[in-house]
Every structure is written in structure tokens, then in C-alpha cells.
């Protein structure tokens, strides 16, 4: 785990638990997520995120909210692309069947496919810090910042 007080990454990956935390005032991690995100926001770091994790951010917000609050947070996700504050990296075929490899490779861990997506296009962009709040990236050594 870090922080950056004094140390800020040039490029760090969002997955899925911190855009919900960030969009859910009712997680327990909302009050850390939005400070990070906040404090990201004013600092020169590129963000990247996939469409896996955006599907799996949409589906969450629309099991544990609402189908509104999926479309708003669907809306953000739209603006910060526009105003081109977030990547969004694609998982391509190439990608998918790494991913496959890695969640065949990791079979104690408990990994959700979604992460193993996510290992692969960290690597690919060179992306070794994590804002969110899921220890399995750990697993692939990756840091997380929260």
C-alpha cells in the first residue's frame, strides 16, 4: 500500500473499487476515494482504466444503487474521456487470452477475471501503481494506492 505525500506516479491504473467508492457515498471507502481521486485530479498523472472494469463498475452501481446511478457514473466516465483525463485501454484478443493464461496460472488466489484483464494491461502500459481498494494486485505486484 502507499501513499503519494511526497512521491507521485506518472501513470495510475483505476479499477473497479475505486470509481465505486467514489460514486457510492454510502461505501466505506468513499470519503478515501473521493480525497484520491480529488487529489490525482491536481497532479500531472495520467489515469487508465479498461472496459472490463467500466462493465464491472456499471453492473455494481446497478445491483447495489440504481440503473440511474449506473447512467450518471456512465456519463462521468463519458466526460473525463472528453476532457481527456482517463484512458481507456480496449482488452483486444491478445490481451483476453493473457488474462485467460493468468487466471488458469493463479487458481488458489481467487481472482476475478476482471483483475486478471486488468494485470495484463498494467504491464502492457508499464502501470505499477493501483488506486482501488482489491488486494489481488498484489498478487501480480502491483501497488496499490489508497
Known amino acids: 500500500m502507499m501513499s503519494f505525500t511526497n512521491w507521485i506516479p506518472e501513470k495510475v491504473f483505476v479499477d473497479t473499487g475505486a470509481w465505486i467508492a467514489r460514486a457510492n457515498r454510502r461505501d466505506r471507502h468513499h470519503a478515501q476515494a473521493t480525497a484520491i481521486y480529488e ?47 482517463l484512458t481507456l485501454e480496449r482488452v483486444d484478443e491478445e490481451a483476453f487470452a493473457l488474462a485467460e493464461e493468468l487466471f488458469r496460472q493463479y487458481n488458489t488466489a481467487r481472482l476475478a477475471f476482471t483483475d486478471c484483464t486488468s494485470f495484463v ?24 494506492l489508497r
Do not use: M, W
Open 121 to 144: 494491461i498494467c504491464e502492457k502500459e508499464a502501470i505499477s501503481v493501483v488506486f482501488g481498494f482489491d488486494r489481488h494486485f498484489e498478487v501480480a505486484e502491483l501497488n496499490l
Open 39 to 85: 487529489r490525482l485530479q491536481q497532479q500531472p498523472v495520467k489515469l487508465y482504466t479498461t472496459d472490463y472494469v467500466i462493465d464491472e463498475t456499471v453492473t455494481r452501481i446497478t445491483y447495489d444503487a440504481s440503473h440511474f446511478a449506473a447512467v450518471q457514473f456512465l456519463d462521468f466516465i463519458h466526460d473525463t474521456l472528453k476532457k481527456g483525463e
